[in-house]
């Protein structure tokens, strides 16, 4: 893949194996600064892995990855400068309050540009700052997730499937936070099972299957692709949309 400066993540024929198991296969794409961009598949597509592995999280069996130019098996410490990492399961300290956490967690990167007051607001939690997390609800608690990611102030934000779980309102409260993020000019990387979700959070997006990209555009330009191909819905209820894209290449159909 060609060196561009606008490309901040730059992912070539990443791969992972486990035992005779190939689980990411030659995965290739690269991220613009200042994009949202999504990755899109079912379970078991290798979206978790394949974000792992640039995250510095599982080591990388063949390929290579760099992070605004650093390369993530050879200079993982300077990649991990720069990024913030939610994950699906984001673990806590029971007895600690949420202003003590960001504060520890401001301590380790010795970072000095934010405070906790700056990472509360970001995420509308100032409420519940002297709050433990077990007292907060399924949206907080990734709000505050997101909160810890912001700590030293990444360049490149990975979010993995960060509405999971979360009922409607809450979904949307999250998407509201993404659009503030990008606009402050984190770049962001998010998987999602959504596809209402991707639609309208992304400025490109991935669709992964069996540890493959399959298909790599804007949401708007591959369903236009979809539609040039000659795919009519059987019911004629409404436009072909993402979903339609997603089963047409896949022959699968993502959870609600």
């Known amino acids: 893949m060609s060196n561009n400066k606008n490309f901040i993540v730059e992912a070539t024929d990443l791969t992972k194996r486990y035992g005779s ?95 906790v007051e700056d990472l509360l607001g970001h995420v509308q939690l100032e409420e519940q700052a002297n709050q433990y997390p077990e007292n907060l609800s399924g949206g907080q608690k990734q709000r505050f997730s997101i909160a810890l990611a912001l700590a030293n102030t990444p360049r490149v934000l990975f979010l993995d499937e960060p509405t999971t779980g979360l009922d409607p309102q809450a979904r949307r409260n999250m998407w509201d936070l993404v659009r503030e993020l990008k606009q402050r000019g984190i770049t962001i990387i998010l998987t999602s099972h959504y596809m209402e979700e991707a639609e309208l959070l992304c400025d490109r997006l991935a669709i992964m299957d069996n540890g493959e990209i399959i298909a790599l555009d804007t949401p708007d330009k591959l369903v236009q692709d979809l539609l040039d191909s000659g795919f009519k819905k059987k019911k004629e209820v409404k436009q072909a949309d993402l979903e339609d894209v997603f089963i047409q290449l896949t022959g699968k159909a993502l959870r609600d």
């Open 21 to 115: 198991k190939t689980v990411v296969k030659k995965v290739s794409f690269a991220v613009n600064e200042g994009e949202i961009f999504g990755i899109l598949g079912p379970n078991g597509a290798g979206k978790t892995t394949t974000l792992e592995m640039i995250e510095t999280l599982r080591p990388i069996d063949d390929g290579s990855a760099t992070v605004d130019s650093f390369d993530v098996a050879s200079q993982p410490d300077k990649v991990r400068s720069i990024i913030g990492v939610q994950t699906q399961a984001s673990a806590f300290m029971d007895k600690a309050t949420l202003r003590e956490q960001l504060a520890l967690q401001l301590s380790i990167y010795n970072a000095s540009k934010t405070s």
